[in-house]
């Protein structure tokens, strides 16, 4: 029915009736017009599984680390794994026995592939240097000193070429050293509240320009410290439980902060903003990580679910449940000719890859 066919209705009235509708129209109009595409489509991407190791590992595996040919794996045993991944059967390529005699709880490498630190249930923390020649992995050394004890080490996290090491302790503080030198200075000691009084360091990392260091702590809090001048930047909020992932994107402008509550928070280091959530996990979140591009994320969860999120839409744009035990470890394998990889590990004892479907 037309306005001009409404009964008993003034040419005032249906005056005014039409100019509510113009108005409405061109409102609806203008919101549609302003909205992206890609807010108000849900793009998805699919990953096929690649292929899983299964039993990589005699206990839980709770760490991966990436270089641009292997996947380096720790857990509860004392064996430290080495998988392949330029073979697609991903086979393991060195064990290296004894590397923790109370099993490993965090290991993690350089991003040019040729350094890596693993942080021991004993407190130990040892380092590992990549032969250019064989291709395998040998002790380079240990971070040693009368303040390495249990307790003082937990997560870990090295510069992109391998010369610094931050890592967190149970009262809160953040610890720097410098590795390259015999010696294995610390060089920097960070405090988020007064002496031996902190909370749980539960996650670390360090921006790929070398500029800041990131800390997520038990309670919930999450900071930011400027290297260069040795002071706290930033104190974030936004999460009221432990923060268990804490992960700078590969532009070093924004920080991923993920845990308990179930949310990755993402904040702008230029202003120390938080910017959004991404909402999605119904457990808690172990583990994110960003792609190379700074385009996705990959976080893991301990009800054994991986998503993968854009992070211009705010979307996950793919699910995957390889397992309903939890999820301690997902990574991006580093770009290569090959489609989009990534691989997931924790409770189930296996390591699963999985790679981007594509046309061809």
């Not at 190791?53 to 839980?60: E, K, M, N, R, S």
């Not at 937990?154 to 390259?180: F, K, M």
């Not at 999605?280 to 969860?301: A, Q, R």
Request: proline residues 3%; aromatic residues 8%; contains cysteine.
């Amino acid at each position: 029915m037309g306005i001009d066919a409404l009964p008993s209705t003034s040419r005032e009235a249906k005056s005014h009736i039409r100019v509510v509708l113009l108005h409405q129209t061109h409102s609806s109009e203008i919101r549609a017009a302003t909205v992206p595409p890609r807010v108000r489509t849900k793009m998805s991407k699919q990953y096929l599984t690649a292929h899983t190791v299964d039993d990589a590992h005699i206990t839980d595996i709770f760490s991966l680390a990436v270089t641009p040919k292997a996947v380096l794996s720790a857990g509860g045993s004392s064996t430290l794994h080495v998988h392949d991944t330029t073979d697609p059967s991903y086979p393991l390529k060195q064990s290296i026995s004894n590397a923790h005699k109370l099993g490993c709880h965090h290991i993690c490498t350089s991003r040019n592939g040729k350094v890596a630190a693993s942080a021991g249930f004993g407190g130990e923390v040892k380092l590992w240097a990549l032969s250019q020649d064989t291709g395998e992995w040998s002790s380079s050394g240990e971070i040693t000193g009368p303040t390495i004890k249990p307790g003082e080490v937990w997560a870990l996290a090295l510069s992109e070429d391998g010369s610094y090491l931050a890592s967190t302790t149970n009262d809160g503080r953040i610890n720097v050293w410098d590795i390259t030198g015999e010696s294995k200075t610390k060089i920097q000691e960070y405090e988020t509240g007064s002496a031996g009084s902190g909370s749980f360091g539960m996650s670390v990392d360090l921006s790929r320009d070398g500029k800041y260091t990131a800390s997520g702590h038990q309670n919930g809090a999450v900071y930011i410290f400027n290297n260069d001048t040795g002071r706290i930047l930033y104190s974030l909020s936004g999460l009221a439980k432990p923060v268990r992932s804490v992960a700078f994107s590969p532009a070093s402008t924004r920080l991923a902060a993920a845990g308990d509550a179930g949310i990755i928070a993402l904040y702008d280091m230029k202003h120390g903003e938080h910017v959004g959530n991404l909402t999605g996990h119904s457990s808690w979140i172990t583990t994110t990580d960003w792609s190379d591009t700074g385009e996705y994320l990959l976080s893991g969860s301990m009800d054994g679910k991986v998503k993968v999120w854009s992070v211009e839409s705010g979307l996950c744009v793919a699910t995957h449940t390889e397992t309903d035990k939890a999820l301690w470890a997902v990574k991006w394998l580093p770009k290569s000719v090959k489609s989009e990889m990534f691989c997931t590990a924790g409770a189930n004892r296996s390591i699963s890859f999985y790679r981007e479907a594509t046309g061809g």
